[in-house]
């Protein structure tokens, strides 16, 4: 069974939407500091973070996701020296996805608080479990963990299923030949580092 389920950015810009096919995907919420930095540099930590400095996301393949317009106003931004791309639409700063750097690891997350409210609660479901709870606000320890050998696991399997199919190039953020992200990745800089939270 297929659903799609929607996301738009706060200013309507970006718009598209995520193919949700059972048991295919992982709803999860992460604590780790590049997620919650992330939100403070694009300013929308009260919005999206929960108490204890969480980020929900779903993990699915590559090209369930779909932009319809706005694809122009995409940007993305590495946090620190790693690999990981953090996309948003540059519009109104919204958090969209985290991706790797180029499109040759296919991997792909949605940021929850962009999709539908009235429908990721039902095509989603609750979340699988909390990742990077060491890092969380507060007490970490009272969290469902989800182990990284099970998320490890799964996530290699979309992977291996987006490379055999050729979905990779099919994915909406890269482009198709080269691989490469079409919106051109800022890395932040050191004053741009001290200007987050410190914790």
């Known amino acids: 069974m297929t659903s799609e389920l929607s996301f738009a950015c706060d200013c309507g810009t970006v718009t598209g939407a995520v193919r ?15 997620c919650q930095n992330l939100t403070h540099y694009l300013g929308h ?17 590559c090209a369930r996701v779909r932009i319809d317009t706005g694809r122009d106003r995409l940007a ?40 539908d409210p009235t429908a990721r609660g039902p095509l989603l479901g609750p979340p699988r479990g909390h990742l990077f709870t060491h890092e969380a606000i507060g007490d970490g320890s009272v969290l469902p963990k989800m182990s990284m050998v099970t ?30 992200p079409v919106a051109k990745p800022h890395r932040l800089t050191d004053e741009e580092k001290l200007r987050l939270p410190r914790r």
């Open 76 to 115: 993305c931004v590495h946090m620190t020296d790693g690999s990981t791309l953090r996309w948003y639409a540059a519009c109104c700063r919204l958090p969209l996805f985290n991706t790797v750097a180029t499109g040759k690891l296919p991997f792909i997350t949605v940021q929850v608080g962009a999709c």
């Open 45 to 61: 930590a009260g919005r999206l973070l929960d108490a204890h400095g969480g980020t929900p996301l779903y993990q699915t393949r």
């Open 20 to 34: 949700i096919r059972s048991g295919e995907g992982d709803h999860v919420v992460c604590h780790c500091t590049d």
């Open 151 to 180: 998320l490890m696991r799964r996530f290699f399997v979309r992977v291996i299923k987006d490379i055999v199919s050729g979905d990779r190039r099919r994915a909406a953020l890269f482009d198709p030949t080269t691989l490469e």
